[in-house]
Nanobody, 121 residues
């Protein structure tokens, strides 16, 4: 029901835009979050948008570089990633949930498959 795409290989300082497309339902009034997981590391919350009020949340590590947005007509949430760093390399996942704590993966009941982002130095 959630399809993440847009990953790829980019040089440090470059940009990518990830997409999270929902199918079968709209996830209105849900939080749509982006998480990432690098090899040997725990899954990390990156960003979230509350589709009810449009409020956006960001991890400190990406604040000022990443922007999350939602296109209701396309039932898609985007994560624009600028000024990418090698430490942003990870598999990125999108998820949907009725969230209280946006950064807690346990609050998301719907997960898409991951998309690989690799940033070379």
């Amino acid at each position: 029901q959630l399809q993440a795409s847009g990953g790829g290989l980019v040089q440090a300082g470059g940009s990518l835009r990830l997409s999270c497309a929902a199918s079968g339902r709209t996830f209105d009034n849900y939080g749509i979050g982006w998480f990432r997981q690098a090899p040997g590391k725990e899954r990390e919350a990156v960003s979230c948008i509350n589709k009810y009020n449009g409020k956006a949340y960001y991890a400190d590590s990406v604040k000022g570089r990443f922007t999350i947005s939602s296109d209701s007509a396309k039932n898609t949430v985007y994560l624009q990633m600028n000024s990418l760093k090698p430490e942003d390399t990870a598999v990125y996942y999108c998820a949907a949930g009725k969230i209280i704590d946006w950064s807690d993966p346990a609050e998301y009941g719907f997960w898409g498959q991951g998309t690989q982002v690799t940033v070379s130095s």
